[in-house]
């Protein structure tokens, strides 16, 4: 079953991500790239996440940092990284640090995709045992109907996995700001 398993993450791998890659390079649009790029990252999560061993909270920080830049940059933004000194760095399992990626990711995809969003700022504190990240865009704001949508009820999903919650609120120099918070494992 093991040996099966291997075989399906390796086949996975290579021939979807092969195409992905190509698909990345020849995107018409900047849009259509990112798409492609967060469809690999996506692929490699489910691959290398369920191979490997877990990380801890600092180097899942790290690794979302480095991705969040890349896309950012890929269509023209900017990443502003605001991380406080100090953080614990327990370790997390599998399952905690593909929510977190999800989460993040999906946050900065609403920023680009329905914000058009040119500079996203992600800070990152801790307060006792628990971990608030946010994640503020400089877009037009939260629309005047509220927040919903099934990207938005799979982000609450996900912090719920993590015995956490996720909120919506106006950022505090405009556009809109993704606030999730978690109790740190032990």
């Known amino acids: 079953l093991a040996a ?14 092969a195409k992905l890659l190509t698909l990345i390079h020849r995107a018409p649009d900047a849009a259509t790239a990112d798409v492609a790029r967060s469809a690999l990252q996506d692929l490699r999560d489910v691959v290398s996440r369920t ?7 600092l180097d899942s920080l790290g690794e979302i940092e480095s991705e969040a830049r890349q896309r ?9 990284w605001e991380q406080e000194d100090g953080i614990a760095d327990p ?5 905690q640090a593909l929510q977190l990626y999800r989460i993040v990711r999906e946050a900065i995809s609403n920023a680009l995709r329905h914000a058009q969003a040119r500079h996203v700022r992600i800070r990152v504190r801790q307060r006792g045992a ?29 912090a719920g996995e993590l015995g956490g919650a996720i909120d919506w609120t ?3 120099v405009g556009g809109t700001k993704v606030v999730l918070q978690f109790p740190l494992p032990h």
């Not at 191979?51 to 909270?57: F, H, T, V």
């Not at 950012?72 to 502003?80: D, F, H, K």
């Not at 370790?91 to 399952?95: F, K, W």
């Open 4 to 17: 099966e398993r291997q075989r399906i993450y390796q086949d996975l791998h290579d021939d979807l991500g």
């Open 51 to 57: 191979r490997g061993e877990p990380g801890s909270l």
């Open 72 to 80: 950012l940059e890929a269509s023209g933004g900017l990443l502003l």
């Open 91 to 95: 370790r997390l399992d599998h399952a």
């Open 130 to 158: 628990t971990l608030y990240l946010d994640v503020t865009d400089d877009g037009p704001g939260l629309a005047a109907e509220g927040v919903r949508g099934q990207g938005l009820a799979g982000m609450r999903q996900r």
């Open 170 to 172: 106006a950022g505090s």
